[in-house]
């Protein structure tokens, strides 16, 4: 029985939103909160490294560089100048499903940042020059070695991928690529992708905060009605899997890191499940924070775990079943094989030991607070309903998530648990401190 205490909510959402889609195939989404006069301007569109053929990985990626280089009216580095010299913020991100684009400004520069956005959607290619394109891909190497190669314990998710997906599979490789595959591309072979993929019909644009959806819709129209839709682009490869994988793998790396760190992971339920609600009050329930069974047991109790180097999270991926990541650093003199038998009985209390209504409890309120902080700025609120429009056709299900999390059972984590947690379905990477082979 769920106690008094624990949070309810009706709606995760209680802004108003209406949406619109203009002849070339755009949508357009807006959520018109008038406390403040400011607007975020969010772009979402549908390409990430899941779409990316054999031989263009990386290419994803590259284009968010790419995106700030200038485009048919706007000189290179004169985005980011107009945007933060008119008192706004600006940035870009890409992951396996999606790469998104977004600016928050003063209210009064709304037709700006559109503007800025329609020219580089129908206007990058004829400025991207081979210049521009060398330097970009000599950013994106500095990045790995920065990001991933020189870090310690940086490449665990370049290595975690390839082992939870098969080859082939759209979730195999990660964003940042292949350099061996940006080297050999010529500059045409970039024009087509960005032709390709970055097209009105291949995105949502959402606007939250200061503006009318009738002002909206109609500078939409204004800056982007005219550029054409792309047709037949190619859809990513199908990201189906039968279930959890069936045998464990495992892979030890022995490389410069200050004390062996031990990531254990499974694939679960695709984002956006009622599976994976479960998994991500299991894994909130498993590793956040103080009050975790992870850091109880193993930071707390037994005391074989670093207490600022443990925990779980789940990696929300929309097209397969998504990951679910243990970790945790051993402290000094404690044996990884010690770590790996305490980890590993964590996982199999979820299995074996009900959830209590405390840690439920706990977990639930966790999730709401993170959720409001999310939907807390328009910035975040704009993210949320471009994801929600691009990945289940409707900005307006992000209202369901956060009641989904919390109506979530003990059973259901149990359920959860003994679906995907099991040893046979486990991958473990390993890192141990010494000369890197």
């Known amino acids: 029985m769920t106690s008094p205490s624990a949070p309810v909510a009706t709606t995760g959402y209680p802004w108003p939103i209406e949406t619109t889609r203009l002849a070339n195939g755009l949508r357009v989404v807006v959520s018109e909160d008038r406390t403040a006069p400011v607007v975020c301007v969010n772009l979402w569109y549908d390409v990430g490294s899941r779409h990316e053929p054999p031989g263009q990985t990386g290419f994803a990626h590259l284009f968010e560089h ?73 950013v994106v190497k500095n990045e790995r070695r920065q990001r991933y190669d020189n870090v310690p314990y940086g490449d665990a998710w370049l290595r975690l991928l390839p082992l939870l997906y098969p080859a082939g599979h759209p979730y195999h490789h990660a964003t940042i690529g292949s350099m061996e595959d940006l080297n050999a591309a010529g500059l045409d072979t970039f024009k087509a992708f960005h032709q390709q993929y970055y097209a009105p019909n291949n995105c949502v644009l959402t606007v939250t905060g200061d503006a009318s959806p009738a002002e909206v819709f109609a500078l939409a129209e204004k800056y982007f009605g005219a550029i054409d839709p792309v047709p037949d682009i190619p859809p990513a490869p199908p990201g189906h899997l039968a279930g959890p994988a069936t045998e464990p793998v495992r892979e030890t790396v022995t490389a410069d890191v200050p004390a062996p760190r031990i990531y254990l992971s499974h694939r679960t339920y695709p984002f956006g499940s009622a599976g994976y609600d479960a998994v991500t009050v299991l894994a909130t329930v498993l590793g956040s924070g103080r009050g975790s069974r992870l850091y109880q047991r193993l930071a707390d109790g037994k005391r074989i775990a670093q207490p600022d180097y443990i925990g779980s999270y789940g990696v929300d991926l929309a097209h397969a079943p998504a990951p679910l990541i243990v970790t945790a650093t051993a402290k000094d003199g404690v044996p990884v094989e010690t770590l790996e038998d305490g980890l590993s009985e964590v996982l199999q209390s979820l299995i074996d030991e009900p959830v209590t209504d405390d840690e439920l409890n706990r977990a639930k309120a966790l999730l709401t607070t993170g959720w409001w902080r999310q939907v807390s700025t328009v910035g975040g609120r704009a993210d949320t309903l471009g994801r929600y429009a691009t990945q289940f056709g409707d900005p307006a299900t992000a209202g369901y998530r956060l009641p989904a999390w919390l109506a979530v059972t003990a059973d259901d984590i149990a359920e959860a648990a003994a679906r995907t947690l099991q040893p046979s379905s486990r991958v473990t990477l390993t890192y141990l401190p010494g000369e890197e082979k």
Do not use: I
């Not at 200038?70 to 008192?87: F, I, P, R």
């Open 66 to 138: 790419l995106m700030f280089e200038g485009s048919q009216h706007v000189k290179k580095t004169e985005h980011m100048k107009l945007v933060q010299g008119n008192g706004g913020s600006l940035n870009a991100t890409t992951n396996p499903d999606r790469t998104n684009y977004f600016e928050s400004m003063p209210a009064e520069h709304l037709e700006l940042a559109l503007w800025l956005e329609a020219d580089r959607m129908g206007g990058l290619v004829p400025a991207l020059t081979q210049e521009t394109l060398d330097n970009q891909r000599e």
